[in-house]
């Protein structure tokens, strides 16, 4: 499972840059399968990442074009997805998203993310035995009629204010 510590986060975007050229050869955060963002009024810079949750909204994909692999990362088969979109607004964070008709969504590469790799900031990491699963289901309540931009955004202004306060605390 892939973490992410947002006080150390810089914005930096070599995650989304790394993601991008291990899967496609190419450099564009849009073919990535994380996301940075930059929360500019609130001070806070955060990958958005498939952190493998409790509930599985993606799973009731009707095409089953979406398998889980020994990791619990979601795998996207290119053959039977439609890029319907029905995976991408079940997703309460915006951690899937179609661009160009295909599916996006972590798959751990492998088993050796690259984004982890990337990360000089160590604000990513990587868990392979960690089976600790989030539940994401007071999110869902408050990003349903949200675009995945916009759930990503909620999420991290979310986690992002609750992680502020306990870093301003542990400083006071």
Do not use: W
Request: proline share 4%; with cysteine.
């Amino acid at each position: 499972m892939i973490r992410v510590d947002l006080s150390k986060c810089t914005g930096c975007q070599r995650c989304e840059t790394a993601c991008s050229f291990f899967h496609t050869g190419r450099i564009n955060n849009h073919l990535a399968r994380i996301k940075v963002l930059n929360l500019y009024e609130s001070r806070l810079d955060s990958p958005v990442v498939c952190v493998q949750c409790q509930e599985r909204y993606c799973m009731k994909c009707p095409e089953d074009a979406l398998s889980l692999g020994k990791q619990g990362q979601v795998f996207v088969s290119p053959t039977l997805c439609t890029s319907c979109g029905v995976c991408e607004k079940a997703c309460p964070i915006g951690a899937l998203e179609i661009f160009n008709k295909i599916m996006y969504v972590c798959d751990l590469c492998g088993g050796k993310p690259q984004c982890v790799e990337a990360c000089t900031e160590e604000a990513i990491t990587f868990e392979p035995d960690n089976i600790e699963q989030i539940s994401l289901e007071d999110i869902k309540k408050e990003t349903t009629k949200m675009n995945p931009s916009q759930k990503r955004h909620f999420y991290i202004k979310k986690i992002g204010t609750t992680a502020r306060k306990r870093r301003d605390q542990a400083h006071a």
